[in-house]
């Protein structure tokens, strides 16, 4: 899906609907850090009025998505509790690091991949779980969040693009090498079990 070089095993879906309390509260934890990411972002290049509102606009259906999810959490009486570590956007943010640098390329458009690729995940994910969901209310929440963050996928992409002067195919290039590194911190964290333990939407 997307721009996804390995898809996540197909008994994550199955696991994270069984326990579909765990998979709301660790997605509402992605969706407030998703807004902080893209306000973070916004913050550190507020010179860019366009990005900055763009960013803006994402962090604010984030936010609202955080509401949403949490509002269903409280009519479950489930606690939202404390975020897991995100051992899966630590790596791969980590990642961009080591990556070797195109000096011609500004920093920021690593920045958006990887928030671009982060959705990608996500959008495969709400794919999958609205599959197999048999609950109505949960079902209808993935659906329509998978087509929310195939939406910030592309903002992030043309953020990309534009951050790099038009240049989509060197963008894009740069997408296909980190899409690789995501794919392996992915294939990782599932042999190490701890995607299918916190049944993460965002890795």
């Known amino acids: 899906m997307l721009c996804l070089k390995v898809p996540t095993d197909g008994g994550w879906a199955t696991a994270a609907a069984r326990d579909a309390n ?7 934890h992605c969706e407030m850090k998703a807004a902080t990411n893209a306000l973070s972002l916004a913050t550190r290049h507020c010179g860019d009025l366009d990005l900055v509102l763009a960013l803006s606009a994402l962090a604010r259906e984030e936010i609202e998505h955080f509401a949403r999810v949490v509002e269903i959490l409280g009519r479950r009486g489930v606690a939202l509790g404390p975020p897991a570590v995100d051992a899966y956007a630590a790596e791969l943010r980590r990642a961009t690091s080591t990556l070797p640098r195109d000096p011609t390329l500004p920093l920021v458009v690593d920045r958006l991949l990887v928030g671009a690729l ?3 995940r996500s959008c495969e994910r709400f794919q999958l779980l609205a599959t197999v969901t048999e609950d109505p209310e949960l079902r209808s929440l993935w659906s329509e969040l998978l087509a929310s963050e195939a939406r910030h996928y592309r903002t992030f992409m043309d953020l990309a693009v534009r951050a790099a002067a038009g ?7 740069r997408l296909d090498y980190l899409a ?8 990782d964290l599932a042999e190490q079990g701890a995607s299918a333990s916190r049944a993460s939407i965002h890795g």
């Open 22 to 28: 765990a998979t709301l509260v660790d997605h509402a």
């Open 118 to 120: 982060i959705e990608a």
């Open 180 to 187: 690789s590194i995501e794919g392996a911190i992915v294939t």
């Open 167 to 173: 240049d989509r195919d060197r963008v894009v290039a």
